[in-house]
């Protein structure tokens, strides 16, 4: 029940194009999801979070859908660029009940190509 | 703001040696700090939690007299593998939290890459 299903597992997109990643979650008891982007070598980043209450959040061009009902949210990179070739990790957390681990999907490698 | 900063960036070194990570919230204090695991092209694994003062939370399957966990204060978490063995190679990043409750959200290092020989 603690598992966070990420998909595609590998995803290349044409420069100009949108990259989508989703995400599924069990836990009900999850209220804040958050993505992740990871370059070779380094840390991941958050990037952008939403919590349930909304079903959208847009930050730049970046955008995550949620859909609470069916315990999905999902990435939405506009005009992807070269540079937003990354590993992305979706994540869940239960931060009302004070539990702060977070658990993470198993990534997805996003290749932007020129 | 929130940068966390780790330390060494590499490390390698003969089987049977014991290294120490560290991690370092540079321009907050964290009362909350986590260590992760992640072998190449998979995910983060949660390894262990720590609360400044107190011992360590660790998850299942981790073995505490391995992987030792200190919390000393609010701005430095370290990890010491002891008696590393080449299976230890791995990346390890560490992750800081500023509060328990409320949006602030985890900040991470930019990871230990430890190679084993």
């Known amino acids: 029940q603690q598992q966070v299903k990420q998909s595609p597992q590998s995803l290349i997109v044409q420069k100009g194009g949108i990259s989508i990643i989703n995400c599924a979650y069990e836990n009900t008891a999850f209220d804040y999801f958050p993505w992740y982007q990871q370059f070779p070598g380094k840390g991941p980043a958050l990037l952008i979070a939403i919590r349930p209450d909304v079903s959208e959040k847009k930050e730049g061009r970046f955008t995550i859908s949620f859909n609470k009902s069916a315990k999905q949210f999902s990435l939405h990179i506009m005009d992807s660029q070269p540079g937003d070739s990354a590993t992305y990790f979706c994540a869940s957390q239960e931060r009302n009940t004070g539990f702060q681990k977070l658990v993470f999907g198993t990534g997805t490698r996003l290749l932007v190509s020129p | 703001g929130a940068v966390v900063s780790q330390h060494p960036s590499r490390v390698i070194c003969k089987s049977g040696t014991s290294v120490k990570i560290e991690c370092r919230s540079l321009?907050?204090?964290?009362?909350?700090m986590f260590w992760y695991r992640q072998f190449p092209k998979q995910s983060l694994m949660l390894m262990a939690t720590s609360n400044e003062g107190s011992k360590a939370t660790y998850e299942q399957g981790v073995e505490k007299d391995k992987f030792l966990i200190n919390h000393a204060s609010l701005t430095l978490s370290t990890l010491t593998v002891t008696s590393a063995h080449p299976e230890d190679s791995s990346f390890y990043i560490c992750?800081?939290?500023?509060?328990?409750?409320?949006?602030?959200?985890?900040?991470f290092g930019d990871g230990t890459r430890l190679s084993i020989l």
């Open positions: 321009d907050f204090q964290a009362t909350t």
């Open positions: 992750s800081a939290l500023t509060d328990s409750l409320g949006d602030q959200p985890q900040h």
